[in-house]
């Protein structure tokens, strides 16, 4: 299912950015038009050779079976007709956020017809449904084998339609409009709710020839393709290989599960039952935008970014501990699930809840697993399965039980009752390290604890990764925990710790990448590559060079398998930008914002990247839109005023950087810029004073900017000033 966030956009575009730091086609504007604009037609069957299907599983598996119909599995795709599709088609009318629609039935088809905000009135066919309970969604056919989900959703349980993301209004160019890439079937959904999915983007065209085996999430999605299972089972069942997943261990079933049960970011084309999970994704580590500071939900997370946090995960639970693996359901009611492995007499007691028992206050959920509600009214419960830190919560004011259910009550109250019950400390966590990662202006002695806990393999993996993400890594003792890190055992913390090189010189980075090139784990091998982007592997020798040839590949893979994301297309054309393949990032960038014209990142590399051929006209029109877009931000104004001068319009470069100060006081770099234009240009030493001193003011450790200060010193004739500063450089360079 789709919610605003159930996609990998911000996953996707910090992973390969490089430049620190318009064309808008409506696909869909049939105004006042009682014309059909759907494509009625079907997604191609795909039945690969080894894929045989669910219905053969029966004859072995038949109580399996029937528990599994009727699951969310077996319903998470359906076929639109009368007996799958449960919202209200009988002439309804209603509108939303200023959209209005009419659910009607046609020649036994349902149909939604839509008024948008900008008016245009197009009327479409459902197809397909998606998901069941508690909330249903509805899937429309449009022109490239693209299939849309309607942002319009029934409310299974109060039986009504209503939006996800209520109350916000989203214009039909929007990336987040239904039309448009964050509700396309194929790219946000399909490979997690059908079986034997590929995807079939075809970039050039920007179009699908997406199939599938089976509709649903069946059998084959789990269990892998069964042909040779079934040829086993029927020539002679003997021996311990039965050439079919079993999930009969943690990780083994957690490869199974958290294909999909996770916030990832693509590494292949498609999903491959049973693989280790970092050879076919990148986890999404416990990024402030989409958790907690420290690590609960927030966004949606899918479950396994939680549950790698949870001391579940670390002592070998499984799923399938609590759930059943084909109904899906939880195996017990109330405590009896947790009470499984926690002694009843120790923790089903009023001692230890201090709350009455046989109560919803007392069930161990309700402290240990609070929840979210999301896609409107879809409640999910977080998976870390933490103690509440209501301490933690005066401080940095994450959430925390007591005062979820305690409204009346605020964060202080709940921590002098858990000092009260339990006394005055907090057994350590995790928790605490991250949340310490994303405080500003660290202590020494707060450092060395963080760079203590990139290493300590007590903490999670995940937590572990993300404080290294958290961190800027600029000297040699901060830099030895990185390369200490480098030897993890988790996948996760070797990627993220790769990518904190590259900072560093081209000769630097290649010694470091050298030595990850050739990782046992694909998502390690791309962290390499990405230090190595624009190398010349004919510098190097056998076998460097077939390892870097092998893990470019990962790479490019990795890279094609998201262009069908406008962020995809963003990093597309960051690499090609780095390999200095100008016309194909210039290319990707227009087709990123073709895209999702909402993505400003996109603005400012295509605008360089139009200087850098010495289009200065489209680089010049490209940030005038941005402008447009964002009015009230002073980069692109320092973006221009480079341009021009590199034109040779320097007045109108000063402009530029005066109007980038103007709505950014602290905009260190055009003040930089400023202050040499006037001592180089202008020969103004006084503006340039000026101007560098209020540069120091915002960044006073910029070498660059004292080095200039010292110039002008020098040219005023100032030599004691001009000297003390270049000692200092000096001094530093030395150390």
């Known amino acids: ?308 946090q949870s001391k579940m995960y670390a002592n070998g639970i499984m799923c399938s501990n609590c759930h059943d693996s084909h109904s899906m359901k939880l195996k017990f009611d109330g405590n009896a699930l947790c009470l499984q492995c926690h002694v009843p007499a120790k923790y089903n007691a009023e001692n230890h809840s201090f709350h009455k028992e046989n109560t919803e206050a007392d069930l161990c959920i309700n402290c240990h697993m609070t929840g979210e509600i999301y896609m409107g009214n879809d409640f999910r419960r977080d998976h870390s399965f933490r103690v509440p830190r209501p301490d933690q919560s005066t401080i940095y004011g994450t959430p925390n039980a007591c005062t979820k259910c305690h409204q009346d009550k605020n964060d202080l109250w709940a921590a002098n009752a858990i000092e009260k019950w339990y006394g005055d400390t907090r057994p350590d966590h995790f928790s605490d390290a991250l949340l310490l990662s994303s405080k500003v202006g660290l202590t020494d002695t707060e450092r060395k604890k963080l760079n203590d806990f990139i290493n300590d393999l007590k903490y999670p993996a995940i937590a572990r990764s993300t404080v290294i993400e958290n961190l800027d890594f600029r000297n040699e003792e901060e830099f030895s925990s990185l390369i200490q890190a480098l030897n993890d055992s988790s996948a996760t913390v070797r990627y993220n710790a790769l990518l904190k090189f590259r900072i560093l010189s081209p000769q630097e980075r290649t010694t470091i990448a050298l030595r990850h090139l050739k990782d046992s784990i694909r998502l390690v091998r791309i962290g390499a590559a990405k230090l190595m982007i624009g190398f010349n592997e004919n510098a190097l020798e056998e076998p460097d060079r077939s390892n870097l040839e092998k893990a470019r590949s990962d790479l490019e893979t990795m890279l094609f398998s998201n262009a069908d994301f406008s962020t995809g297309r963003l990093q597309l054309g960051d690499y090609y930008l780095q390999k200095n393949d100008l016309n194909k990032a210039i290319e990707h960038y227009k087709m990123a914002l073709q895209m999702d014209s909402l993505l400003t990142p996109v603005y400012s590399n295509l605008a360089t990247t139009y200087a850098m051929v010495k289009d200065y006209v489209n680089a010049d029109y490209v940030l005038d839109k941005w402008i447009d877009l964002e009015p009230d931000i002073g980069r692109h104004h320092y973006l221009k005023a480079l341009l021009y001068f590199e034109m040779g319009k320097d007045e109108d470069a000063v402009a530029e950087l005066k109007k980038a100060i103007q709505i950014d006081p602290k905009d260190a770099r055009s003040l930089y810029n400023l202050a040499t234009y006037y001592y180089q240009g202008k020969k103004d030493l006084t503006q340039a004073e000026s101007f560098s001193k209020k540069a120091l003011i915002v960044d006073p450790e910029n070498q660059d900017y004292k080095y200039l200060l010292g110039l002008i010193y020098q040219e005023q004739g100032y030599m004691v000033k001009a000297q003390r500063i270049f000692q200092e450089l000096n001094a530093g360079q030395q150390n």
């Open 1 to 308: 299912m789709i919610n605003k966030y159930s996609n990998q956009y911000f996953l996707l575009i910090n992973s390969l950015r490089i430049v620190s730091s318009f064309l808008i086609i409506s696909l869909f504007t049939a105004c006042n038009s009682e014309k059909s604009d759907y494509v009625d037609k079907e997604i191609q069957g795909h039945y690969d050779s080894n894929y045989v299907g669910s219905n053969t599983c029966i004859e072995c598996h038949q109580e399996q079976y029937d528990t599994w119909i009727g699951s969310h599995h077996d319903l998470a795709m359906q076929v639109a007709n009368d007996s799958t599709v449960l919202g209200d088609f009988n002439n309804v009318r209603t509108r939303i956020d200023g959209v209005d629609y009419f659910f009607y039935k046609e020649n036994n088809e349902f149909i939604v017809q839509i008024k948008e905000i900008d008016s245009s009135v197009t009327k479409y066919k459902i197809t397909f449904t998606f998901g069941v309970t508690p909330l249903q969604q509805y899937l429309v056919d449009f022109e490239k084998g693209k299939k849309q989900v309607l942002r319009v959703t029934w409310d299974v349980i109060e039986k009504k339609w209503y939006h996800q993301y209520d109350g916000d209004t989203i214009e039909p160019h929007d990336w987040l409009h239904w039309t448009k890439g964050a509700q396309n079937w194929n790219t946000m959904c399909a490979e997690c709710h059908s079986t034997n999915l590929e995807k079939n983007y075809i970039i050039d065209t920007d179009s699908f020839e997406t199939t599938y085996s089976e509709i649903n999430v069946a059998c084959e999605s789990c269990h892998g393709p069964s042909k040779k299972h079934n040829e086993w089972a029927l020539e002679d069942p003997k021996g311990e290989n039965t050439y079919i997943l079993g999930g009969m261990n943690q990780m083994e079933q957690l490869n199974l599960c958290a294909s999909c049960h996770a916030r990832r970011a693509k590494l292949t084309p498609n999903l491959t039952p049973g693989d280790y999970f970092e050879d076919q994704y990148l986890i999404q580590n416990l990024s402030t935008s989409f958790y907690h500071g420290d690590g609960q939900i927030l966004e949606e997370d899918y479950v396994y970014g939680s549950f790698l």
